[in-house]
């Protein structure tokens, strides 16, 4: 499956582990570029003709063919949501954007009045967008469940990053653990909360070794950029064109390279200190174990494959990184899993939920 923030973790106790489990393995990840690639092409004619309608059903069907290659224990992952559900939600969208640009056309007030709004209602619009997906998410017929409230939604979500700017930005590896705590904590799957401890000090060394490899990334290209800049023009002196032409790709390939790896040091790191320190008690415990050179390596190829064939590879880098992902997962199901209550089950579809959903605002095990 594809790729899981307000107050610190609820408890400092270390996590448990239970005994005797009944299934211990890698995630399983069995799409096919080529598969997804006709679902994806189709996907995009479709929504183009309809004038975006269409964008609905291509949303669940692209959901449930990743959740449905994804397996735990021989046991794949549902998404339940309908493409109307979808739909309403985006249908609301448009109208709210309709009548946000008229008004502002003769009445240029309301655009500050709304922005103003749109951050208090921000928090809940998150909150809603996560209840939705995670109440849409199910695995073993169980599904999944988002508890989070708005007073710590706002705070994690408004207050601490508007904060940060006041710290040059110091504070942020901070907010972004509350951020990735809250989410966490107020997930359940039945009746089981997912227990999680992290630590922030994880967190600021990872952006402090982040900080630290996008400087030496950029020094050393700068000093290849300068040497090679100079090598053209001792050559070749009276046609500095094209040394005006090459030097700015080479400066994009290392702005690239430094994106590809600074992401893959971030995602691993964090990735994995998720995963290992949260848990279903008695239920399951994750295990991951991302490297992050052999992800940069995909992130990079990725994006060129992306963009030297304008695009169309776009369904092929998706799947391979999903095929990473699992691959380096590792769950561990317990006899207490098998007892599991439905708590979602008998609950109705929120249009709150589903019209929160056109922000595509997505929680993936990744």
Not at 35 to 46: D, H, P, R, T
Not at 266 to 286: C, G, L, P
Request: proline fraction near 4%; charged fraction near 15%.
């Amino acid at each position: 499956m594809e790729s899981i923030h307000p107050t610190p973790p609820k408890s400092n106790e270390t996590i448990s582990q239970p005994a005797t489990p009944i299934f211990s393995g890698k995630v399983q990840f069995s799409g096919k570029g080529a598969e997804f690639f006709g679902i994806w092409i189709v996907n995009i004619l479709l929504s183009v003709i309809t004038l975006g309608i269409y964008s609905a059903w291509a949303k669940v069907r692209t959901y449930r063919y990743f959740y449905g290659h994804t397996r735990i224990d021989g046991h794949s992952f549902d998404y339940l949501a309908t493409p109307i559900q979808i739909l309403k939600g985006r249908i609301l969208a448009v109208i709210v954007f309709f009548v946000y640009t008229f008004t502002t056309s003769f009445l240029p007030i309301v655009g500050f009045l709304f922005a103003i709004g749109f951050l208090f209602l921000m928090p809940w619009i998150i909150n809603q967008g996560l209840r939705f997906n995670m109440r849409m998410t199910r695995h073993r017929n169980v599904r999944f469940a988002f508890k989070g409230d708005y007073g710590e939604a706002f705070i994690n979500f408004i207050l601490l990053p508007i904060a940060s700017v006041f710290t040059l930005y110091l504070l942020m590896p901070y907010v972004i653990k509350r951020i990735d705590s809250y989410i966490h904590s107020n997930i359940s799957y039945g009746d089981k909360p997912l227990n999680v401890n992290l630590k922030g000090e994880t967190y600021y060394l990872t952006a402090l070794i982040c900080f630290v490899v996008s400087s030496i990334t950029m020094v050393l290209f700068m000093g290849i950029l300068g040497l090679f800049g100079l090598g053209l023009m001792d050559i070749e002196n009276q046609q500095n064109s094209a040394v005006m032409v090459i030097l700015p790709i080479i400066m994009m390939i290392a702005y690239v390279l430094m994106i590809a790896v600074v992401t893959a040091v971030w995602t691993a790191a964090i990735r994995n200190h998720i995963f290992d320190n949260s848990q279903f008690e008695n239920v399951a415990t994750f295990n991951s174990e991302l490297k992050p050179i052999p992800f940069a390596i995909l992130l990079l190829t990725n994006m060129l494959a992306i963009v030297f064939s304008l695009g169309l590879a776009y369904p092929w880098a998706k799947v391979r990184t999903s095929k990473m992902l699992a691959n380096v997962t590792t769950v561990t199901i317990y006899p207490e899993a098998l007892n599991l209550i439905d708590t979602q089950q008998e609950q109705q579809s929120s249009f709150a939920e589903e019209a929160a959903n056109v922000f595509d605002i997505d929680l993936s095990l990744t």
